[in-house]
């Protein structure tokens, strides 16, 4: 049996738990991630979204959701996402800047401005 399957019973488990708790922020978060990172991203933007209105005040949702916007070719409403999770006091400035997630952001004047937020913050 080939390895691949692995991430394939992850998110079967995953979305089992969610059926029966569906306010349940950690799966949501977990379920989000797996979708991304293995190309189902509209998924990941679904549960990204759903993490935000569970979590308004948490930055790393926001961030988060930023990057699957991005991905979604949604940079206007990533921008906005990603400046919300500055706002909300998220600051790994090495990893926004590496993220491959956010590549699509990195050519527009804003991601800069927002870089330097988070320079200055720290």
């Known amino acids: 049996m080939e390895k691949k399957t692995d991430h394939e019973f992850d998110i079967r ?10 306010d349940y922020t950690e799966v949501i978060e977990i379920l989000g991630g797996l ?5 189902r991203i509209s998924d990941g933007l679904r549960m990204d979204r759903k ?3 569970f979590l308004p005040e948490n930055a790393t949702a926001h961030y988060n959701l930023a990057c699957s916007l ?3 070719k949604r940079n206007a ?6 400046r919300k999770a500055i706002e909300l ?3 790994d400035i090495d990893w926004m800047m590496q ?7 990195k050519q527009h004047p804003e991601f800069g401005v927002l ?5 200055t913050q720290e």
């Open 51 to 53: 993490l935000v209105r």
């Open 99 to 105: 993220d491959p997630d956010l590549k699509a952001l």
């Open 13 to 22: 488990f995953y979305e089992a738990v969610l059926r029966r708790s569906p």
């Open 115 to 119: 870089a330097e937020t988070v320079k």
């Open 89 to 91: 006091g998220y600051n």
């Open 35 to 39: 979708y991304t990172k293995y190309g």
């Open 70 to 72: 991005a991905l979604s």
């Open 77 to 82: 409403d990533a921008l906005r996402s990603l």
